[in-house]
């Protein structure tokens, strides 16, 4: 769900997913994950406005994110 307070749940097709990268509003890589996208945990972040960014065999896929 957006907005995020402590856990990030990715859905969908897990293992399609290659990296996840969470950039804040610099676009500067906050976090980068390359496995267990199930539960990504978020608590030790600021609030604030993040950018997901998913890339999958698919393609890449972006969302803002809010972090309360």
Known sequence: PNPVTDKLMIKGN???IEAIR???????IIRSF???FDKIDLSDL???IYIVSISSMRGLYTVK???E
């Not at 969470?22 to 500067?28: D, E, F, K, S, T």
């Open 14 to 16: 897990l293992s399609e």
């Open 22 to 28: 969470i950039y804040n509003l610099n676009a500067q």
């Open 34 to 36: 390359s496995n267990n």
């Open 46 to 48: 600021e609030s604030s």
């Open 65 to 67: 994110l809010i972090k």
